[in-house]
């Protein structure tokens, strides 16, 4: 007599032997994904809707992100890049005992990988990708930007001069010649949100947002990369380089600051900066708002002019003259590191792919400031 087998009940179906599905999560990520791609081609189009984006829905995702990793102290974004081997693994191998017997479910296994490209589109998309596509900020301030002469360099440079003689008054210097930071980084974090306040009182395109700088744990290590700081939009955070000279963090911390309020332009996002450094009550803030700024235009200046650029170094307080010095000491340790050619070649690519000038576009805020002490005189 032959025996019959009688189909298995589905508590007796192996894992493996039941028909491969993507995870709803997945599903749900390419949807977002597939809406955002058309949005993305309206802001390359259109700078008026751009800017109606940015200010009034990407500074929503913004704040969402940005609250949401701020009530923890350390760089999430940093975290998550340490761990990047560790979750490489774990998602390979839990995609592998999923979907591991057949080349359809190795597709599936590529798909669902690939959702973390979707997601990290998607975040750019709605946080971040229109702050790139619309209108420049001399637009928004009412500034005329043109070409600059050597002669307006000068008088720039002359303005930031007379200002750092005044400010410097007020300044601790170590015997390395460096200025001392006379607080933490929490109460720069105060200040400089402060700061932020006056100016989103004057500029209303520049929102509102109470938010943690994160300085970075390896910050020694990134400054071979030459990178003082950078906004993760993924996570929201403005993460700060913690390595480099007093002098240079607060308008650092400001440039992220600006970033994360959806000035995206590296250029722009160093002019906000200024505003709101220059801007602030506290001594330390304002002094480097002014020596960061001339360090752009000396530089712009010594280019164009070496002789004028002599007459204007001759007119700085000498404890400033000694704080630049000890800054080229400094950074002659980081000067020629393979580290900063290849971040540098990637920032260059990724700041060109996002219609802006690349690397050089963080100096083009000499336009800027000379446009500014223009029309302020």
Same mark, same amino acid.
């Given at each position: 007599?032959?025996?019959?087998?009688?189909?298995?009940? +589905?508590?007796?179906?192996?894992?493996?032997?039941?028909?491969? *599905?993507?995870?709803?999560?997945?599903?749900?990520?390419? /949807?977002?994904? @597939?809406?955002? @791609?058309?949005?993305?081609?309206?802001?390359?189009? %259109?700078? /008026?809707?751009?800017?109606?984006?940015?200010? &009034?829905?990407?500074?929503?995702?913004? @704040?969402?992100?940005?609250?949401?990793? %701020?009530?923890?102290?350390?760089?999430? !974004?940093?975290?998550?890049?340490?761990?990047?081997?560790?979750?490489? $693994?774990?998602?390979?191998?839990?995609?592998?005992?999923?979907? /591991?017997?057949?080349?359809?479910?190795?597709?599936?296994?590529?798909?669902?990988?690939?959702? =973390?490209?979707?997601?990290? $589109? %998607?975040?750019?998309?709605?946080?971040?990708?229109? !702050?790139?596509?619309?209108?420049?900020?001399?637009?928004?301030?009412?500034?005329?930007?043109? #070409?600059?002469?050597?002669?307006?360099?000068?008088?720039?440079?002359?303005?930031?001069?007379?200002?750092?003689?005044?400010?410097?008054?007020?300044?601790?210097?170590?015997? +390395?010649?460096?200025?001392?930071?006379?607080?933490?980084?929490?109460? =720069?974090?105060?200040?400089?949100? +402060?700061?932020?306040?006056?100016?989103? +009182?004057?500029?209303?395109?520049?929102?509102?947002?109470?938010?943690?700088?994160?300085?970075?744990?390896?910050?020694?290590?990134?400054?071979?990369?030459?990178?003082? /700081?950078?906004?993760?939009?993924?996570?929201?955070?403005?993460?700060?380089?913690?390595?480099?000279?007093? &002098?240079?963090?607060? $308008?650092?911390?400001?440039?992220?600051?600006?970033?994360?309020?959806?000035? @995206?332009?590296? #250029?722009?996002?160093?002019?906000?900066?200024?505003?709101?450094?220059?801007?602030?009550?506290?001594?330390?803030?304002?002094?480097?708002?002014?020596?960061?700024?001339?360090?752009?235009?000396?530089?712009?200046? !010594?280019?164009?002019?070496?002789?004028?650029?002599?007459?204007?170094?001759?007119?700085?307080?000498?404890?400033?003259?000694?704080?630049?010095? !000890?800054?080229?000491? $400094?950074?002659?340790?980081? *000067?020629?590191?393979?580290?900063?050619?290849?971040?540098?070649?990637?920032? #260059?690519?990724?700041?060109?792919? #996002?219609?802006?000038?690349?690397?050089?576009?963080?100096?083009?805020?000499?336009?800027?400031?000379?446009?500014?002490?223009?029309?302020?005189?």
């Amino acid at each position: 007599m032959k025996k019959i087998s009688l189909p298995k009940s +589905d508590a007796q179906v192996s894992p493996k032997s039941k028909k491969a *599905r993507l995870p709803l999560a997945v599903k749900i990520i390419y /949807g977002v994904a @597939a809406a955002c @791609a058309p949005l993305y081609l309206i802001f390359l189009f %259109s700078e /008026g809707f751009s800017d109606f984006f940015n200010r &009034y829905i990407s500074s929503f995702f913004r @704040a969402i992100l940005a609250h949401s990793t %701020s009530f923890i102290p350390f760089s999430v !974004a940093e975290f998550a890049l340490l761990l990047l081997p560790v979750w490489v $693994f774990l998602i390979t191998r839990a995609i592998t005992r999923r979907y /591991g017997e057949s080349l359809k479910e190795l597709l599936y296994s590529f798909v669902c990988v690939f959702s =973390m490209v979707a997601l990290i $589109f %998607s975040s750019f998309t709605l946080a971040f990708a229109p !702050a790139y596509r619309g209108s420049t900020l001399d637009k928004k301030l009412c500034i005329e930007r043109q #070409n600059v002469s050597a002669r307006e360099l000068y008088d720039t440079a002359m303005i930031l001069s007379s200002h750092l003689a005044e400010e410097s008054k007020n300044v601790n210097y170590a015997l +390395d010649g460096f200025s001392v930071m006379p607080y933490d980084y929490s109460e =720069m974090n105060k200040n400089l949100l +402060d700061a932020y306040g006056n100016v989103c +009182d004057e500029y209303a395109f520049i929102p509102r947002l109470k938010s943690r700088l994160k300085p970075v744990m390896l910050s020694e290590p990134m400054s071979y990369t030459h990178i003082t /700081g950078v906004y993760t939009f993924f996570t929201g955070e403005s993460n700060i380089n913690v390595a480099f000279p007093d &002098y240079t963090i607060p $308008f650092t911390a400001a440039h992220e600051l600006a970033h994360q309020r959806g000035i @995206a332009r590296e #250029n722009e996002a160093n002019f906000v900066a200024f505003l709101v450094c220059s801007s602030s009550e506290d001594d330390y803030v304002r002094y480097c708002a002014y020596l960061n700024m001339y360090e752009y235009v000396a530089s712009a200046l !010594a280019s164009a002019d070496p002789s004028l650029y002599s007459q204007v170094y001759a007119t700085l307080p000498t404890a400033v003259r000694a704080e630049l010095d !000890a800054y080229s000491r $400094f950074y002659e340790k980081y *000067r020629n590191s393979a580290a900063s050619e290849v971040s540098g070649a990637v920032n #260059n690519a990724v700041l060109i792919i #996002n219609g802006t000038e690349g690397t050089k576009s963080y100096g083009m805020v000499v336009d800027l400031a000379v446009a500014y002490y223009k029309d302020n005189r």
